[in-house]
Every structure is written in C-alpha cells, then in structure tokens.
C-alpha cells in the first residue's frame, strides 16, 4: 500500500492506542501527533473520538488543532477518517452541546429518543449491519453481511444526502458511515470490529492522496 502511514491527533478523548493498533495489524505505520505542528506533514489522518461533544471540540480548539486541520483537510485535500465523536466533530453541531462543529459536512447532532410507542436503549451499544448507498466509499465489499460495532447516544443527521455512505437501523435509519470527497467519517468503531474493520481501515490506508 502506498502512503500506509497514518497520524493520529495525541487527544485525550480518543482511543488512540486502539486505533494504532489496529493499524499496525492491517499494515500500516502510525505517528502520533503529539503538537499540530508535528501533524503539518500528514498524507492521511485518523481523528478518533468518545465523550461529549463540547468537551472534544473545546480541546481541539484551545490546543491549536483546528487551524492545521483545515488547512490540510479543506486545502490541501489531506484524506482524514474520523471516528464515533471524531466523526460528529465534521458537522455543524450537536444537541448535546452548544459549540460548533468544524462544519466540513452540512447536518447536526440528535439525540435518539426511546418513547413508549417505540422503546430503543440508549447508548446504542452493540453490533450492527449496515445498508450502504454508495459503494466508491471505503466500505469494504464482502460476501458476508457487514456488522460494526456501535456506541454512541447521539446520531448524525445529513444535511446534504449526496454525503451519506451508510446507515444502521435504531429505532430508525441513522448515519453510519459519511464522506464528503477526501472527508471519511463513521459512527461505529472500525477497531473493535474485528475483520469488517480491518477491511474498512485497510480500504481507508489505500486511499490515493
């Protein structure tokens, strides 16, 4: 694979050792940015995420991180994969929390709702399968049914549906899986997803920069 090396954002809301490691095992190498600045020669990114919006989008920005983020992603057209909170971090925003998002993609952040008349747990926690509307993506295409695993308590709606990849059904269709041209994100946790994330992390490492 060329350009296999990946830099993740050193970020305490990410699971970045997991992340890493998974990496490793489909073949690729990874530098952990400890600064922005030791993120400026990046040719693929991975910003990986749990917690509370504010919390993450406060950190990103009192540590520097969104200047060089968009200076590569939206100028330089670095590939970047975002992933659960990482991912939400690309829209306009989230009900859980009143800061922007980096508004790389048009849409914002629910909260799902459990009523009587259609009770869902929340987190949605737990495996599973995907419906996926565009098969350009890093998706990877296998005989066996897709399944990822999910936990999160919020879910994105598109504001543009040209940008939706995939979706998973919790109550009802919610965003799985988004890309909007060298912008990649998902909901679920490819590095806890065995073989079907090794595929997609994989796929993500032989993106042409």
């Not at 993120?39 to 991975?46: D, N």
């Not at 993609?105 to 509307?133: C, Q």
Request: charged share 20%; with cysteine; proline share 4%.
């Amino acid at each position: 694979m060329e350009n296999a090396v990946v830099h993740i954002p050193n970020l305490s809301l990410g699971n970045t050792q997991s992340v890493a490691n998974m990496i490793k095992r489909v073949g690729g190498e990874v530098i952990i940015a400890m600064t922005p600045e030791d993120l400026s020669s990046a040719k693929k990114i991975i910003l990986p995420g749990v917690g509370a919006f504010d919390e993450g989008m406060n950190e990103l920005r009192d540590q520097g991180w969104i200047d060089v983020l968009n200076k590569l992603v939206l100028e330089k057209k670095v590939p970047i994969l975002g992933i659960c909170l990482g991912m939400q971090f690309f829209f306009e925003g989230s009900e859980e929390g009143e800061l922007p998002g980096l508004s790389w993609i048009s849409g914002r952040l629910k909260r799902f709702v459990s009523t009587h008349e259609d009770p869902i747990k929340i987190p949605h926690m737990g495996w599973n399968a995907l419906n996926v509307y565009r098969r350009e993506s890093i998706i990877p295409e296998m005989e066996e049914e897709l399944r990822y695993y999910f936990v999160h308590s919020y879910h994105a709606i598109c504001g543009d549906v040209d940008d939706l990849v995939a979706t998973a059904h919790h109550g009802s269709d919610i965003t799985a899986a988004v890309q909007r041209n060298n912008i990649y994100g998902v909901q679920f946790h490819p590095e806890k997803s065995h073989t079907f994330g090794m595929a997609l992390l994989k796929n993500f490492l032989s993106v042409k920069c």
